[in-house]
C-alpha cells in the first residue's frame, strides 16, 4: 500500500558525507514518523533517527554527525550523515507510519523500505 524508496547511499572514506534520501508513495493520507535505521553484519537492527512532528531523537552514536529532515509536502525524509566512521557502515533502512487510503477507509500503515548499503572504508 505504502512504498518507501531509498536513494544516496554508497562507499565513502572516513570523515565523509553522504545524503540518503527516501521518498514514500501510495494513497497516503498522513505521515505520523519517518526515521532511519540501520543495521550492520552480524548486529541486529538500531534506530539511528526519527522524526515525529516536531520532535527529532538521534541514537547517541550519530548525535552531531547526523541530521534528519523531512520534506512533508513530498512525504520525503532526508538523512545528512557528516564525519563518518567506520562503525557507521551499514545497511541503512527508511521507516515510516501513518494512515493510507484504502478500499475499507483510513488504514494505519507502517511501511520499510528495502535498504540502501552505506560503507566507509579507506
Known amino acids: 500500500q505504502v512504498q518507501l524508496v531509498e536513494s544516496g547511499g554508497g562507499l565513502v572514506q572516513p570523515e565523509g558525507s553522504l545524503r540518503l534520501s527516501c521518498a514514500a508513495s501510495g494513497s497516503i493520507l498522513n505521515i505520523n514518523a519517518m526515521g532511519w535505521y540501520r543495521q550492520a553484519p552480524g548486529k541486529q537492527r538500531e534506530l539511528v533517527a526519527i522524526s515525529a512532528g516536531w520532535r527529532e531523537n538521534y541514537a547517541d552514536s550519530v548525535k552531531g554527525r547526523f541530521t534528519i529532515s523531512r520534506d512533508n509536502a513530498k512525504n520525503t525524509v532526508y538523512l545528512q550523515m557528516n564525519s563518518l566512521k567506520p562503525d557507521d557502515t551499514a545497511v541503512y533502512y527508511c521507516?515510516?507510519?501513518?494512515?493510507?487510503?484504502?478500499?475499507?477507509?483510513?488504514?494505519?500503515?507502517?511501511?520499510w523500505g528495502r535498504g540502501t548499503q552505506v560503507t566507509v572504508s579507506s
Open positions: 521507516n515510516a507510519d501513518g494512515r493510507v487510503a484504502t478500499a475499507m477507509g483510513p488504514t494505519y500503515f507502517v511501511s
